[in-house]
């Protein structure tokens, strides 16, 4: 799941998430992707199942009632990048 998908799902609004194999952004080494492993209103009560099932490295983060959702930023078309690393 994508954090914007995350984010946009009412499921996890207003709880800490979990998350496993993540993908980072490049730029600014905030998650992009991964798999939801647990989700809770309380961050010790997250922590304390993660730590109990032997999750050690899992992002968490907590999923704003209101969230702005940043865009992606537009990939330059195949031509443009052929053109470009001339």
Known sequence: MTWPELLRSEQ??????????????????????????DSDEELAELCGRLQEGGRSAC????CEDEV???TRRPSVPPSERQRLAR
């Open 59 to 62: 992002a968490i983060l907590f």
């Open 68 to 70: 702005l959702v940043e």
């Open 12 to 37: 996890f609004k207003g709880l800490w998430v979990a998350l496993d194999n993540c993908r980072y952004d490049q730029a600014t080494l905030k998650p992009v992707e991964g798999d939801v492993v």
